[in-house]
């Protein structure tokens, strides 16, 4: 079983990610990310899709226009965990 991060784990692992913000329902993090059309940010979407889908760990999102917008949580874990911080991760690095 995926392990829950602890309060400590969390406040740690959110320090690298500044522009993640702690959600309660479902618990994990969101982003809003904001693209100079759609198709900056479907292009971006497919990009996560795929690491998405290698990682086995899959976003709950939405798009309107130019905006996509992300939540991680890891249901078998009942919140935040490892894998949605490694995500994040990996989708900021996508964004730069």
Same mark, same amino acid.
């Given at each position: 079983?995926? /392990? @829950?991060?602890? #309060? +400590? #784990?969390?406040?740690? /692992?959110?320090?690298?990610?500044? #522009?993640?913000?702690?959600?309660? +329902?479902? #618990?994990?993090?969101? @982003? *809003?990310?904001?693209? $100079?059309?759609?198709?900056?940010?479907?292009?971006?979407?497919? $990009?996560?899709?795929? *690491?998405?889908?290698?990682? !086995?760990?899959?976003? +709950?999102? &939405?798009?309107?226009?130019? @905006?996509?917008?992300?939540?991680?949580?890891?249901?078998?874990?009942?919140?935040? &965990? @490892?894998? !949605?911080? !490694? *995500?994040?991760?990996?989708? !900021?690095?996508?964004? &730069?």
């Amino acid at each position: 079983m995926i /392990a @829950r991060l602890d #309060e +400590e #784990e969390r406040a740690l /692992a959110l320090r690298d990610l500044p #522009e993640w913000t702690p959600v309660q +329902e479902p #618990e994990g993090i969101r @982003r *809003l990310f904001i693209f $100079k059309d759609f198709v900056g940010a479907f292009g971006f979407m497919t $990009k996560v899709a795929l *690491l998405a889908e290698r990682a !086995d760990h899959h976003p +709950e999102w &939405s798009n309107v226009y130019n @905006r996509v917008d992300i939540t991680l949580t890891t249901h078998d874990a009942g919140g935040l &965990s @490892r894998r !949605d911080i !490694d *995500l994040a991760t990996q989708i !900021d690095a996508i964004y &730069s």
